[in-house]
């Protein structure tokens, strides 16, 4: 399973205001938004990113 990077990320309020009332228009975090925001820049720019697996949700299947 991969697990997301962390950092501390410095925003001007009026982009980050900007960014979270984009977000809630689109039932996003914040967070989702940025990752989103920043996934369609790069694809701009001609660099594709795979998306990483999705961990697996919900209860493991029996074992029999």
């Known amino acids: 399973m991969a ?3 962390s950092f501390a990320l410095r ?5 980050h205001a900007a960014v979270e009332r984009l977000a809630a228009s689109e039932l996003r975090s914040a ?3 940025i990752e989103m ?13 795979e998306q990483s ?10 074992e029999e």
């Open 3 to 5: 697990q997301k990077k």
């Open 11 to 15: 925003l001007d309020p009026a982009v």
């Open 31 to 33: 967070n989702a938004e």
């Open 37 to 49: 925001l920043l996934r369609e820049a790069l694809k701009a720019r001609g660099i594709t990113v």
């Open 53 to 62: 697996p999705r961990p697996r949700r919900g209860r493991p299947p029996r």
